[in-house]
């Protein structure tokens, strides 16, 4: 059984070592020997079936051993009459043979002659099992005959083979033939001698030859009826064994079934382990526990590992310490897991048990801890949380107990009073800790503020000038607790109170005399705002006859520039023929091109006073963004192409606004030519359009001068240019950005400029969705 075991030890390291440990030292062991029998149920139910097949086995079994036995016997009894029948051949001939060469004088010859002859011609080793050879001259008179059969001299050959044998016939050619010669029976060969002058007759008693074998028979049948008898004995043994066994199995079921129904309600299981093969043994509770099926084959130590949580000692580790011997028990806590997934904590108390003929097992019993471990974190938690609650308080807090020992106190109580660790350990005398205190300079008591006849109130000055407010209460289980604040801000707001009070006074007699003089300076205050109104009135009047005159000037410039403009257009078209000089169509250009410039900066001019006076209206509607834009640079293409600058433009499909169109078309024609303006021939200007959050983002990029940082904060401001060697010659009134950017605003938008000398500038404009939007 040992072999056996080691055998089939493949999933643990074998722990002969542990064979030196202790003895049993608990009554665990033997309950756990109720539950170290895996199959046992199996084999109660397979009872009945081995009762009824083992006399059938048994039967089988005798039958078998006497068949072959018989086998073997028969199989011998003719090995041995081949023998003898060829030994009974070969003497014959041998004696034939021997006499062969006296065949002239085969009838003189003496019979002691015959025998001595044939005696030292025939081997000895023929002449054994009582076999003899017999001379028969050819009358058929037996006249000689060696030692064994001197009786069958002077008999006839007649006697003992009949002269209708075969063998007296043909001889050795016949063969051996069994005679029945008296009440023996023999094996019988004959050879002839040559002229019929007589014949060699060698006979073998079958008895001699068959008596060892009988005795082997005799001793067989013996044998098998001593076998068989003890078989029987055995066969009854069980029958009345099996009975009492029986009795025995039903109650240890019931002893199995009490105990596994304790360990069940108990959240308990029973475990086996064989530490030399590695193999745990569980009992039914201990599935239960895991919410598994039970199983009635033991489990080896990998399939105990694949359950244990990974980060908790592992099982090798336990075996290990005990075959280095450094445990004999063991209480430990572990997780595994449940078969729904979660792990559940089990604590193991074990010991191990040792015997000279048994393995070494550590046996022991697990519990389930969980709820357990649970409710302690859960108390623990609630003591810290209480803990942390005292201690995060601002006031000082101590706990006593009936015997008026400390429970416990915050740092606050401890630092007030300038306690020493070891005087506020728990389990200290209040006296003790009271003379480890600072003594307070005033103590006086106050009146409850709750009404509590238990109650008691103090307030205490310490040594530092701070003050406490002590408010003490009795506990149910006949103790106090204490809450101390520092009420020391309040003591100094009650003086700073009192002092105020005196101050108030005297402030009232100064208020008093303050009265008369505040009521001249609202006198002074009500003429003062007489003045402002009519510089108010004053202000408006002059705003209003400078947009009536920006109204009229518009008129009375507009009329004699346009007459400029046309004019000039009719010479540059030389409408009434041709100009007599070159320089007067190069000054019918100037004129040109300088009403041009000045209508811009007049219209220009008065769009900024509409806005700044409130009077320019939006007439908002739908719109499509790629249309206005691809119109606005088609505008400005001329210009562009002029200087080689390339346009190109990349906007979102389908992305549509809710603005003023000539507005949003003069904010991208202002940008789009102070783009082309300010870009040096070769350049690019780039236009994208996306929609951002609620937002449509329109940026305008170029590769011009640029314009500095410092001057980044005056751009879009009314007549205001950022002037550099190349912006001069630019011209322009500075009101292009700034019409632009209170455009963008009415809309509820917003304009930003970043910009790098020599490297360009980016424009972005954010209009919202819903123009009542605004942005920053």
């Known amino acids: 059984m040992a072999e056996a075991r080691r055998a089939g030890a493949t999933d643990g390291e074998s722990l002969s070592s542990l064979r030196d440990g202790p003895d049993w030292r608990s009554e665990l062991a033997g309950h756990a020997k109720l539950f170290a029998k895996p199959a046992y149920s199996r084999l109660v139910k397979a009872e009945p079936v081995l009762k009824r097949s083992i006399p059938v086995l048994i039967v089988l079994f005798l039958i078998v051993i006497a068949a072959a036995r018989m086998t073997d016997l028969l199989n011998e009894r ?427 006074m005297a402030s009232i007699g100064d208020l008093s005399a303050s009265q008369g003089r505040l009521e001249e300076k609202a006198v002074e205050l009500s003429e003062l705002n007489a003045k402002f109104l009519a510089e108010k009135d004053r202000a408006e009047a002059a705003n209003k006859a400078k947009s009536e005159f920006l109204a009229n000037m518009s008129h009375e410039l507009r009329t004699p520039l346009n007459a400029i403009i046309g004019f000039s257009e009719i010479l540059q078209n030389r409408m009434f023929g041709p100009l007599g000089s070159e320089k007067y169509e190069e000054y019918a250009n100037d004129i040109n091109n300088s009403g041009k410039h000045l209508l811009g900066l007049i219209n220009d001019i008065l769009d900024m006073s509409k806005i700044e006076a409130g009077r320019l209206q939006l007439a908002c509607e739908r719109i499509d963004i790629a249309p206005l834009i691809e119109e606005t640079l088609r505008l400005v293409a001329v210009q562009a192409k002029a200087k080689s600058i390339s346009l190109d433009s990349k906007i979102s499909a389908g992305l549509t606004l809710h603005a003023d169109r000539r507005a949003i078309k003069q904010v991208l024609l202002n940008l789009l030519s102070n783009a082309t303006k300010f870009t040096e021939d070769g350049g690019h200007i780039s236009v994208r359009a996306r929609k951002y959050s609620d937002a449509v983002t329109l940026t305008i990029e170029d590769t011009g001068i640029g314009i500095p940082k410092k001057s980044l904060k005056r751009i879009g401001q009314p007549f205001e240019q950022v002037q550099n060697q190349f912006s001069k010659s630019r011209g322009g009134s500075g009101l292009g950005l700034a019409i632009s950017k209170a455009l963008v605003a009415l809309h509820g938008g917003a304009m930003k400029i970043r910009s790098t000398p020599d490297v360009g500038t980016i424009v972005s404009l954010r209009l919202p969705f819903n123009p009542h939007r605004k942005f920053r």
Not at 120 to 136: E, N, Q
Not at 231 to 244: E, G, H, K, N, P
Not at 423 to 444: H, I, N, Q, Y
């Open 78 to 504: 003719g090995q041995l009459e081949s023998n003898a029948k060829q030994a009974t051949a070969l003497t014959a001939l041998a004696g034939a043979a021997a006499l062969a060469a006296e065949t002239e004088s085969f009838k003189s010859m003496h019979r002691w002659n015959v025998e001595l002859t044939i005696s030292d011609a025939v081997p000895a080793t023929l002449i054994t099992d009582g076999r003899f050879l017999m001379m028969s001259n050819a009358d058929g008179r037996i006249f000689a005959a060696t030692s064994s059969g001197n009786r069958f001299v002077g008999q006839s050959l007649e006697q003992v083979l009949p002269s209708s044998s075969p063998l007296r016939l043909f001889g050795v050619r016949a063969g051996v033939h069994k005679i029945r010669y008296g009440k023996r029976t023999y094996y019988a060969a004959q050879a002839n001698l040559p002229g019929g002058v007589g014949a060699v007759t060698a006979l073998t008693p079958a008895a001699r030859i068959l008596e060892p074998w009988k005795q082997e028979v005799s001793l067989n049948v013996t044998l098998f009826a001593a076998t068989s008898s003890i078989l029987l004995v055995i066969l009854y043994a069980y029958f009345t064994q099996a009975s009492r066994a029986r009795d025995a199995d039903a109650i240890y079921l019931e002893a199995h079934h009490r105990v596994d129904t304790a360990l069940s309600r108990g959240r308990c299981g029973l475990w086996d382990w064989d530490l030399d093969l590695g193999r745990l043994y569980w009992s039914r509770s201990m599935y239960e526990i895991l919410g598994r099926a039970p199983r009635d084959c033991v489990l080896s130590y990998r399939d105990v590992t694949q359950l244990m949580h990974p980060d908790d000692k592992s099982l090798y580790e336990v075996a290990r310490s005990i075959a280095r011997g450094q445990v004999t028990q063991i209480d430990h806590t572990f997780r595994m897991r449940h078969a729904d997934g979660h792990y559940i904590l089990l604590r193991a108390r074990g010991q191990i048990t040792h015997n000279a003929d048994e393995p070494m097992h550590l046996i022991g019993i697990a519990m389930d801890v969980t709820e357990q471990q649970r409710l302690a974190q859960r108390s623990v938690e609630a003591d810290q949380r209480l803990f942390d609650a005292v201690e995060s308080t601002s006031e000082s807090f101590v706990l006593w107990d009936r015997d008026d020992r400390l429970v416990m106190c915050n740092s606050k109580y401890q630092r007030i009073y300038g306690l020493p660790d070891d005087a506020v350990r728990p389990g200290t005398a209040k006296s003790e800790v009271l003379a480890a205190t600072r003594r307070p300079v005033v103590k006086k008591s106050v009146a409850a503020s709750d009404g509590y006849s238990d109650a008691k109130s103090l307030e205490v000055q310490l040594a530092d000038g701070r003050w406490l407010q002590i408010n003490e209460r009795a506990t149910r289980e006949g103790g106090s607790v204490s809450v101390g604040t520092d009420i020391t801000q309040l003591k100094r707001h009650q003086d700073r109170l009192r002092d105020s009070e005196r101050r108030l």
